[in-house]
């Protein structure tokens, strides 16, 4: 066992860079990320970090030879909670027993670096509060975009700036779907077993699709770049699983493609959030993201626009945010204080951004549909914009769509509501708004 | 008068976010930057932040009225020096008289942020030393990227990693007129006299265009990220104006444009710079930055390619950069710690990049000329991939372009200048590199 000093990480105790105290760290979960943590340590060593526990269920089955013999693989989380380790890396994603081993750890005194963006999105407020408290660092880079530094970004890096909006495609997985289906013109079904296929996706992708994964990372992105509080739940969710192929043909007519955008903005004292498919131009950073790849925009007063991007997942990047955050705890500079002294505000929080929009309509055809269309649209006071119909499909089954002049989504929703018990549909209406 | 206490700023003593003090910071310089950054101050106040000082010469002609009235305005820089201002915002720019003054105020207890590129590229090392052993701060990330906060993220968003290079437009000016050129079919000249138009070129835009402005740049970002130390001089600079519009035709029909492109890799204990027009993919985050907007792309051995784009000057933009700045070090945070403990290194520096290349021959039109060409290149071992060559062109000054598979650039040159005395060029060949 190693002989190095326990480092004592207590609040406002500056501890210099040049400190040649190491801190002692354990690893919770051995999975990708934990695994790629444990790689970086071992190939590529800082003097300022060592390795003491990795803590995993059927840790035998898990246990490698290429850490340090020093190293004690453990099942047993008392095993970790009682040690003398200074900072517990948690990467075992969900609410539990995550929370309860991390407000364990803080209480006991080790300062806790996470990847968990659950736990981050839906407790972070009390357990930065808890680690301040306890004068123990808890840092969470890698909850958001993985090795894209972006929260530092935006808590110190724009911290000069007033930030009003938040920007981004935030799931790699989603982002490899759809820039797969503009690439390739395949279903999204097909799209989505090729990301299995390839490990883009998991084998349950649902918190992926349906936009609870992007919704808790941008209620981080709100708390820490916003100041504002914004619940994953409050927060609109539209599943990928909506957009067709069909729609990149019509989406390229008007110079856009497809994204998942996840997006935040400050606006009167509200909050306006979403998470949904959208039509971006093909111009824009986000369009520009292709594959797994994540990328955030941060839109400042002053400032304009930043963005950042890069690997948003996978072992590697991740486990370089969670280094670069063992670094800055070991040199005792910490995100706790920050959020407890800009505790996030509780605004009030809307989906009803007002956009141009993109509506597909699938209709059995006869005479007089536009007219009910434009219709029950004008009694809604929305103008259209253009009517773009592509040849070669089935008069039984024919998709066309309507771009719209910029309107409320709850106003569009209550129009759309209007026409659903209309004969001529095929399906519900799909409609994304266009982002330009 | 302010009645705030001095906030001591004494190294190792780590002063909370929730400090009530109040640093009392001078603005040397009311040019674009300063009088921004006295803008921000002055509109969105922050309470850990006053000004109480603004130095100018011709100070009088400078005053405005939306500071407040306790603000003193002066051309003697003694009175800031010896006044009782905790933290100076140097936007002088140039070497003298910014080097000596940001000497003195830190050896007389203040600490410094500055935005000036030349003086932090050739004395950055110095001053940071200095700023230590002062125990002030010195932060500078004003001085690359403007509003971008690149800077931070790569000394510590990105310090998990191993960054193996560092490349990026970062001459927000030639990006400009290159991106115009793109654009609008322009020449060179046109592009240039637009750029001054519109107020994104300076009267005298030489340092701009001859690459040393973006060389300091780089060698900021590769002190900071690479951890080498790299001199402006060492830097091999092309300047922009070799570019004609015709070698946009060319690049797009490989799919590419032509970008200010500065770049350092890390290879075997030798760092490869250069600061040069190159050929980008169409698709790659260099081509998609346009205008005077600036991008930064680091590269790691275990995070890959991550990206930062955004302003990369005026006045607004690289104020908030300097007002980040000064909230790290009204709470304590430092630069100066860290490049006093990671000092560059100094490795051996080349510009002999291995790339595919781009020549552009301008001829006067015979048979044999490219046989002759050809066996040039072929006497230096190196391999032609294509020629191309468009109509419409008089024969008596026919441009072509021949590209080459991955060569180094010292290599081409020999091969070219060999081929200098031959009768059939009206003009020297012109070449760039090919990013892919």
């Keep these: ?47 300022r970090l060592q390795l003491t526990h990795v803590f995993n269920r059927d840790i035998e089955r898990r246990r490698v030879t290429w ?47 996470t990847a968990n963006k659950q736990l981050i999105a839906h407790r972070g407020r009390e ?8 004068g123990e660092q808890l840092l969470y880079g890698a909850s958001v975009a993985g090795g894209v530094p972006v929260l530092l970004a935006l808590q110190e890096g724009l911290a000069g700036d007033r930030l009003i909006g938040v920007s981004g495609i935030l799931n790699g997985t989603c982002n490899y779907i759809l820039s797969r289906m503009e690439a390739a013109n395949v279903s999204f079904a097909d799209a ?27 209620a981080i992105l709100a708390q820490i770049g916003l100041k504002a509080y914004l619940s994953p739940s ?17 989406a390229r007519e008007i110079g856009c493609t497809i994204r998942q955008v996840s997006r935040a903005t400050l606006d009167r004292k509200k909050v306006f959030a979403a998470v949904e498919p959208a039509l971006v131009p093909l111009t824009s950073s986000l369009a520009q993201v292709h ?21 948003g997942a996978g072992g590697h990047p991740t486990a370089v945010a969670v280094i670069s955050d063992l670094i800055a705890a070991a040199q005792g500079r910490s995100h706790a204080d920050w959020i407890a002294h800009n505790d996030p505000k509780g605004y009030k929080v809307s989906s009803d951004f007002t956009t141009p929009h993109y509506v597909r309509f699938v209709v059995k ?34 998709p066309f769509v309507v771009t719209l002049e910029p309107c409320g989504s709850s106003v569009l929703q209550e129009a759309l ?18 982002l330009r």
């Design 127 to 134: 357990l930065a509060q808890l680690a301040f408290h306890a």
């Design 365 to 398: 055809d006869r005479p007089g549909i536009i007219a009910t269309i434009a219709a029950a649209l004008s009694e809604g006071g929305i103008n259209i914009d253009a009517i773009l119909q592509k040849s070669g499909f089935p008069k039984a089954e024919l």
């Design 291 to 311: 594959g797994s790849q994540n990328v955030v925009v941060a839109s400042g007063k002053y400032g304009g626009n930043t963005a950042f991007s890069g690997h």
């Design 1 to 47: 066992m190693s002989t190095q000093p326990k480092l004592e990480l207590v609040r406002d105790a500056f501890i210099p860079a040049a400190a040649t105290q190491t801190a002692r760290v354990a690893i919770l979960g051995f999975g990708t990320v934990g695994r790629s943590v444990a790689e970086i340590l071992s190939y590529s060593p800082d003097p």
């Design 192 to 218: 989505l077993q090729e990301a299995q296929n390839f490990g883009f996706a998991e084998a349950d992708p649902s918190s992926d699709l349906n936009g609870d994964d992007a919704a808790a990372k941008l």
């Design 417 to 434: 509501t209007n026409l659903a018990s209309s004969d001529f549909l095929v399906q519900p209406p799909v409609h994304f708004p266009i």
């Design 234 to 250: 409050q927060t609109r969710k539209t599943p990928v699983s909506s957009v067709e192929a069909i729609d990149f043909a019509y």
């Design 67 to 113: 850490v340090s013999d020093d190293v004690r693989w453990t099942d047993d989380i008392d095993a970790v909670l009682n040690s003398d380790v200074d900072i517990i890396v948690e990467t075992l994603g969900g609410l539990q027993p995550a929370e309860e081993w991390v407000r364990k750890a803080l209480l006991r005194g080790k300062s806790v670096i």
